[in-house]
């Protein structure tokens, strides 16, 4: 069983930048592929980042490359999702998943975080 719980959500004015957090607790959480999805209004939860459990994998989406950053400690079990030149349609719910695999689809994750809410003004 693993745990996830994620933090660093907020508002900010397009162009900013926040840093996500997502803690996990549990004795094999550092072996899982992390990644991060999300959701606004009205549309469908979609892929954002992933990471291997190993470092040696990253996927983005193509709507956050070149702005978004996944990393993770697996010292201090927690990924962190570095969120640049923020543009409104960031607006969602980010939600934080572990997967036994390095997916880019929800089915792909077996352990998810409540979310944290990130709201991107013009």
């Known amino acids: 069983q693993v745990q996830l719980v994620e933090s660093g959500g907020g508002l900010v004015q397009a162009g900013g930048s926040l840093r996500l957090s997502c803690a996990a607790s549990?004795?094999?959480?550092?072996?899982?592929?992390m990644g991060w999805f999300r959701q606004a209004p009205g549309k469908e939860r979609e892929f954002v980042a992933t990471i291997s459990w190993n470092l040696r994998s990253t996927k983005y989406a193509d709507s956050v490359t070149g702005r978004f950053t996944l990393s993770r400690d697996n010292a201090k079990n927690t990924v962190y999702l570095q969120m640049n030149s923020l543009k409104p349609e960031d607006t969602a719910i980010y939600y934080c998943?572990?997967?036994?695999?390095?997916?880019?689809?929800?089915?792909?994750?077996?352990?998810w975080g409540q979310g944290t809410q990130v709201t991107v003004s013009s």
């Open positions: 998943a572990a997967s036994r695999v390095t997916g880019t689809t929800g089915t792909s994750y077996d352990y």
């Open positions: 549990g004795r094999t959480s550092s072996s899982y592929a």
